[in-house]
């Protein structure tokens, strides 16, 4: 059974958040959260609920019977210990420790006070216990025995020159490979040594401009594969750092720096046979885009890696028959637009999964226009059978079982009575059958297995909604008990209410667009508020919250009184492959024309929503679309504060870039550079940007900086010095406050630089 985990991905800049620390709280959230406590038999679990002034509750659930009910009367539990000399103990907080359960005994034991008890719970008898008497599983062991074992020799592992047998070096000598017959170790676990064996030269094409590099052996020891390397032409991004925290003069930081259309090293794969001292290289083609991986099967006949075409329209399994010398594509995937070939990363599973009890490969592809599940048949190259299918996105594999053949997952908008973002957990056999869903309510859910993998905690929860946790079968997922509802009391009688959650229809008429709106925390609907929106669209990923919090969201604009809204556009991802393509040569759309609809429809039922002043702000890729939102879309954005921005998807790193914008470089780069564009502007603009963004170069706004001036345009510009990839920090942070303030409140800040 093999068992993947996901990867916590991500992009730097998917986790900038320009908003100031939320206002903090006094009032608390209860039942939001169950911390099970298995019991070794796997019968039943408990778990303590913390409440109001202190007060506790343990609760108890029977896995067999389904049963969910209070562990004991704490009443007559307090009364007890009282009598046992055990100290007064207020029943609503008893602090109970190592707590545990018999059932089918009826008996509880813990410890209060250093002593240890024993509590039935039917016939509500306290009696005090020594250790001795707990359960078995329960007293800890301790082995009083020295241990006198030597420390364990880890065995010899020979480097990647050296041949599975042990027989051979590989090396590289003058650009060229090389190879030595290695002299078998006498000891065993002992590395072989050099013989007197001539070296033998495997080639002779190697150049200083186009050199071989280290081998990937077969397991059979008499193949290798060696790429002969020309190197790129990357350029060197440049940062100044104007004050130095030791003082003296400004100190310049230069580093390597892809951008789009730069070329990156080329891998020329060359095929070296020991035995026949023959050295081939298969017409596959260059590879010019990310260093290969090579996966060899156990006999040594086939030598298989993935090639991914620069501009990320095509991609490829290769494999190389090194008995015939014959090579052929398992997999050739083509597409107009791109294809996704970062996701795997959040996937937590590569895009292709060897399977290694069947000669399968299980593939993750977005070519029917959603993201799914293939099971390739290695021989033919044949899909055998979509695993997966239907309108909705695979977002992360959690295991894959080759024992049972299934694969657990988790997606997104199979339900269509929910918001399509919202994460649910399924099963499904290699063969498609038995699609199951483990979760059911209409929240995004999170889930925690039973250590025997029989029940599951499902807890669920939407922005407008507070957690509730429920018991499950794994099975099936049917529901076994209801756990907790959160009780979100306190924070309502404190004045807190939840976002409200939204959708409209988009662009083409027919697709929902999600997101929430954030109101002031004294909302009067009799008044008009100014709207801002807080913007993210890089298409690797969808950024609308779509869990619970207890904090009042974007609080620290809402109580100057400001509307903030969040959704996502087309262009971005987790939902059709159509609605991604959005993004495809043009990122300058981000998802735009669907988030002035969003406004308008929900404006024209709730008037004090006023869309004739609507603010945008947004750092990174968010950096660029607030730009554009006023290069782009002036008659219906007011105002922009934009930080750290990629103004110039020419000027960011090519990796990111050539995803969304494809390769070559051409036309539509031009189409969407905010600083070709810069002379479109008409609404306030400041930009914010740290002299010392390792991230996107700093340069990419100086250059907008500088085409705006040429325009001749009127904007504001904050320079950093030693800040990074961010919004600016505190200062920065105000200065954005009050520009929004002043542009769309009408109220001048205050005069900073007088005491007060």
Known sequence: MRI????TLTILFTLFNLLAPRESRSANIYRDRVNPQWAGDNSHFWYRNDLAAGTREYILVDLEKGVRQPAFNQ??????????GAGK???????????QFHLHKNLAYFRVKNQHFQWHRGKHQLDRIDVEELPAHSRKKIDHKQDTQKPKVKPYRPSRDVSPDGKWRAYIKEHNLFVRPLKAPTTPGKPAVENNGEEIALSTDGTPNNSYQAPYWSPNSNNLISFRVE???????????SSPKAGGRAKLQTRRYPLPGDKFNTHELNWFDIEGKAHSKPKVGIIDFRGPALLWTPEGRYCRYQKIDRGHQRFRIIELDTFTGKHRNIVDETTDTFIWTEHAKDLGVPLVNWLRQSKEIIHISERDGW??????????????????KGKFVVRYVDRIDEDK????FRASGRNPDHDPYLMHYYRVNFDGTHLTALTEGNGWHNIRYSPDQRFL????????????HELRRATDGKLVCELEKADVSELKNEGWSPPEVFSAKGRDGETDIWGFVSRPRDFDPKKQYPVLEEMYAGPHDSYTPKQFSAGRRYSSWTDMGFVVVKMDGMGTANRSKAFHDVCWQNLKDAGFPDRILWHKAFAKNNPWYDISRVGIFGGSAGGQSSTGALLFHPDFYKVAVSSCGCHDNRMDKASWNEQWMGYPVGPHYSASSNIDNAHRL?????LIVGELDRNVPPESTYRLVDALIKAGKDFDFIMVPGGGHGGGGRHGHRRRQDFFRKHLLDIEPPNYNVSR
């Open 89 to 99: 103990l207020p029943a609503a907080k008893l602090q109970l420790e190592q707590l």
């Open 371 to 388: 993201r799914h599940l293939y099971l390739i048949d290695i021989a033919t190259g044949k899909i055998k059978n979509q695993i997966t």
């Open 405 to 408: 053949r299934q694969v657990w």
């Open 75 to 84: 009443e007559l539990l307090a009364t007890a210990l009282n009598k046992a």
């Open 4 to 7: 993947y985990y996901p990867a």
């Open 682 to 686: 008409q609404g306030r603009l400041l």
């Open 457 to 468: 905690i499902d807890s669920y929860s939407r922005v407008d909604m507070p957690p509730v």
């Open 231 to 241: 190197p790129g032409k990357i350029g060197d991004v440049h940062l100044i750092e």
